[in-house]
């Protein structure tokens, strides 16, 4: 991106673009961005003229597309177009007394996950910070007005965070420190970039990590997620035990349930048994597969899937069953494609929505 958005901007930088006013106008200003999350045009307590500058000069980054409700009101999925064209889809998630967000931290995605449809959809490119913060700043506004104010933020819509972790951090501490979201509640996903873990490790504020592991052996994850040829399970663990002894925070596994495919008996003492390593930090959150049009195979049974995390806990392992939400509007985890068409049958050269 060539042009600074307003949510790209530091405070300083906001300073820099409203020199010449009185300096209560940068004030005025961010806060009608990070505490009212509203556009210029709604800053009554700024001068029309400067307001209408401020549109211009520091433009929205997200042009919104389309708004999708699930049938029972709790789930809403925003689809942006970028500038050049690249869109990238928004979760907001309402629940009785709060909400959380999930966001997406590029325009597809290149490590060809299978089953998830923002890989059947390709990479396109790279979220700016301001891109990835202005997501959270719509949603919040949105959920204002269901009453709700939003509590969570999780990196799991398109793209792989750890591939874009520079931006992804950034994103952190603007969401952390101008939004004013504790860091322990916000979540990055990785599907495995042991290199992204090491660099979380190291970095100042306390987040949630959590991994998206599907496959407790090398050979199914060979298969189903491909970076394992990469980071191979063994390193990954290690990783996260290494991860484990700076932070002492718990580590979510996720577990995309398909049927017949890693839902078998053996596949949870495999699980069980990593888990075991991590013990007790380590936590499994179990998720039926939802219906994507390039991937045919079918996700495990709910009956299946309760089994299973009952197999699990007997085998020592902490694991609950995650609600699928917004399945039927495509907003529900590894279903995030922009609305970019698929092919049934196709082995996508680019994946994972990261949850």
Request: aromatic share 6%; proline share 5%; charged share 25%.
């Amino acid at each position: 991106m060539s042009t600074l958005t307003r949510y790209d901007v530091t405070r300083d930088q906001l300073a820099e673009v409203l020199a010449g006013t009185p300096r209560y106008r940068v004030d005025q200003v961010w806060s009608g961005l990070y505490e009212q999350f509203t556009e210029p045009d709604e800053w009554t307590n700024v001068p029309k003229v400067l307001r209408a500058d401020l549109a211009e000069r520091l433009p929205s980054a997200l042009s919104p597309v389309t708004e999708a409700v699930s049938n029972n009101g709790d789930t809403v999925k925003f689809l942006w177009e970028l500038d050049g064209g690249s869109r990238v889809e928004t979760v907001l998630m309402l629940y009785r007394d709060r909400a959380t967000v999930c966001i997406s931290s590029q325009a597809g995605c290149a490590m060809a996950c299978e089953f998830c449809a923002t890989g059947q959809a390709g990479f396109t490119r790279h979220l700016s910070t301001g891109e990835i913060v202005e997501q959270v700043a719509r949603a919040s506004h949105r959920a204002r007005q269901s009453g709700r104010r939003v509590s969570n933020i999780v990196y799991m819509g398109m793209g792989e965070p750890m591939a874009n972790e520079a931006r992804v951090w950034e994103s952190v501490e603007r969401i952390h420190g101008d939004i004013g979201l504790s860091a322990r509640h916000i979540t990055i996903s990785t599907v495995g970039l042991i290199p992204g873990i090491r660099k979380l490790a190291e970095r100042p504020l306390p987040v949630n990590l959590a991994v998206s592991l599907h496959a407790a052996n090398d050979t199914l994850r060979d298969e189903l997620v491909p970076i394992n040829k990469r980071y191979p399970i063994g390193d990954l663990i290690e990783a996260c035990s290494d991860y484990l002894s700076v932070r002492n925070r718990r580590i979510s596994f996720e577990w995309a349930m398909i049927a017949g495919v890693n839902d078998r008996d053996t596949d949870a003492a495999e699980l069980a048994a990593l888990c075991r390593r991590l013990r007790p930090r380590a936590h499994v959150n179990l998720i039926p597969l939802n219906p994507t049009p390039g991937y045919p195979t079918q996700g495990t049974s709910l009956k299946r899937v309760h089994e299973f995390r009952d197999l699990l806990e007997s085998l020592g392992a902490n694991a609950t069953v995650r609600q699928n939400r917004g399945t039927e509007i495509d907003a529900a985890c590894g279903q995030l494609a922009a609305g970019q068409p698929v092919t049934l049958g196709r082995r996508p050269g680019a994946a994972v929505d990261a949850g």
